[in-house]
């Protein structure tokens, strides 16, 4: 970096500079001129221009004329018209055609009139489409959270009933697995008998040959045979009880094979619903075949039985037979039918016990039918119910999908009106930033910082946003006893604003020094309402970087970015502090720190040459090339600039600090230069001495800074009413700031507001005096720019 006390840049002179020097101090006279007669001439016709704020005045009712008839009626715009609108420029038939140059701007701020018109409608209409679409995106996502809910539910009761069915079916199975091991045990004592008359077949054989023996004893046995024919009777009685026994056993074995039949075209029925069931009972299915399986081994086995009973019914009548043969041979087989009884007592014992277990298979087969039948309705139910489930979540997913489908082409509508609306925003910004210009308004932004723990306790809110859409992001309402004051500025920014939402807003203002403008940027407000916050941020934290770091690390990368188109720029900062009404070098090398050095070291003194410029003597230029260069100048002048304690603020500025950045431009390829100058303001904090509890050297700090606000106050004053003489040199910070205030500078005021509901006095008077601000008119800006000379006219 290269130090160097200087008074001016060093700009190269030409023939054409030097006349136009010598011709703007008549040039600003009739300028001046020219623009008393276009206000005074334009007041009476229009009343009011667009987009002007709104602070507690009313309108005064004129008579429409008939171009504000035309103007009445809306009228569409393309945008090739709008870009054609803003890109027009006056051009003058002669040098100095004032008139003419009136009638040309009365028309084209009515053009840009109805173009705004035409753009806030634009902009309530896309801003009425995206309410309605998000209402009906709301609407269908509450319809598709209550779906998903229905269907989850009906989910958790079906899982529930299939969960009841499996259990029902396991109780079945192991009731089947029981009857399959009776109906063993039933063919295991059938076995038995079959062997056991095998046995008797085999005495028989036996017998027949004693028979043979016994004919010869027959004639002795024929005095025995009548005691013995009482016998006989007895043995026919019970030989017919046992058929009409054995006739009951057979009809009672029919029962039970149409019973069995019965159950296996039921558990087939039952397999055929328990396949419509999904792919849940394929285990099911499967246990039911192997089921099914064993029930026909079993009706198998039965019938096996049953021809077995047959051949046995055979042989006892072949028994018959040959009993009714051997009548006569019975008196000597008395012992041996002895045994024969014992044996048949058996074999009715063993009957007896299959009474009983063919009487429990019948109770059991009764039971089954039941939990069979209503396993049946249940499964119906359950069918049915699954039918119902499948439709209603077919219709379900149906209609899911349609309104998906909606909610997309909602969203879709949605981002193409946030698109649309963002564009007709930027180009309302626009708009409104060229009428500010054509009327040489200084321009009003507004922050409130949020409330802080060390703030008093508050009951009601003293500072609200209005909802309007017109006034949404513009609009401030302060309330005191009861009691609304509304305000309308350039833009307002909420306690929940970031440092980088408020840059974005000032970001083409600070581009315009790039572009040969003077631009200047100053915070206005009271002790704590966060005026060094917005200007300077916190070193130490990226994120929070005031407007000044922001601001000369835009300038350096557009700088650098426009390499490529052949600019090449220089640049020279300097910083200042107003303490005490006395200028102080903070970049200068013997600059004593603290407030009570402040009236020590140089003299400095303001002086503005024709150019509109401002130079102060002696004062510390630094050439910088870099953020770093400009990071460690900042960091110096933090460190040397004037801070104190009072009751309202533990780190109080002291003075105004005046950061200036002068930006040369030259164009190698067009030989076209600029000169631009940007100017960023910290402005101390206005104070009540019963409130701030200033004494001593703080009291002259308090006193001296209320009077170059004061001052300031004057010169707003007077600017706002138009008067002939306005005080800049009443104060040193006026008349430093006399370009910006009353020359062709862009000039941005920031007014912080604190919520504290103890400081609403003092945030009336902030609101109040950024309103007359606001209304001031400025000279138009005027770019600075040095034409290269024509090469005929120069060897002429």
Known sequence: MASRNQNKPPVPRNPVT???????????????????????????????????????????????SETEATETEIIEFTKEEVEALLNER?????????????????????????????FQKGLQELAEEKDKLRETLDSSEKKCLETEAAMKNKEEELNAIISKLETKVSCLNESLAKEESEKLDALDSHKREKEARMASEKTQDSLREELGRTEQNLSTANEKVKTQEDMYKRLQEYNTSLQQYNTKLQNEVKVATDANKHLEKEKSAILENHTTLRGHYSMLQKEFTSAKESRDDAVKQKEAAKREVDILRGELQQVREDREKQLLRVQELTSELKTCKEHTGRTVSEIDNLILKSSALEDTCSSQREQISLLQSQLAAATQKLKMADMSSSEIRTEYEEQKRIVSDLQDRLKDAEAKLLEGENLRKKLHNTILELKGNIRVFCRVRPLLPDDGPTTEATVSFPSALELAGRGIELYQSGQKYPFTFDKVFDHSATQQEVFMEISQLVQSALDGYKVCIFAYGQTGSGKTYTMMGRPDAP????????????????????????????????????????????????????????????????????????FVSDLTIVDVCSIREVSSLLQQAAHNRSVGKTDMNEHSSRSHLVFTLRIYGVNESTEQQVQGVLNLIDLAGSERLSRSGATGERLKETQAINKSLSSLSD??????????????????????????????????????????????????CSLRFAAR?????????RRQTIKPLDSRLSCG
Not at 49 to 55: F, K
Not at 548 to 567: D, K
Request: charge should be positive.
């Open 18 to 64: 030097k006349n136009r020097a010598t011709d703007d101090g008549p040039l600003d006279k009739r300028r001046r001129v020219g623009t008393d007669r276009l206000t005074a001439a334009t007041s009476s016709s229009r009343g009011r221009q667009a987009l002007a704020p709104m602070n507690n005045q009313k309108d005064v009712p004129v008579a429409p």
């Open 773 to 781: 601000v606001n209304s001031c008119e400025i000279g138009i800006p």
């Open 715 to 764: 010169v707003i004053f007077a600017l706002a009413k138009k008067e002939d003489h306005v005080p800049f040199r009443n104060s040193k910070l006026t008349y430093l700031l006399q370009p910006c205030l009353g020359g062709d500078s862009k000039t941005l005021m920031f007014v912080n507001v604190s919520p504290d509901p103890s400081s609403v006095g003092e945030s009336l």
């Open 90 to 118: 006056f051009k003058p038939k002669t040098k100095f055609d004032t008139k003419a140059k009136q009638e040309w701007m009365t028309e084209y701020i009515k053009k840009l009139k109805l173009c705004i018109k035409w």
């Open 543 to 614: 994120l929070q970087k005031g407007l000044i770091p922001r601001s000369l690390e835009q300038v350096f990368q557009t700088s650098q970015a426009l390499a490529v188109q052949g600019w090449k720029y220089k640049m020279q900062a300097s910083m200042l502090e107003i303490y005490n009404e006395t200028i102080r070098d903070l970049l200068s090398p013997r600059q004593i720190t603290g407030a009570e050095g402040g009236g020590a070291g140089k003299q400095y003194t303001i002086r503005h040459d024709a150019d509109g410029n401002t």
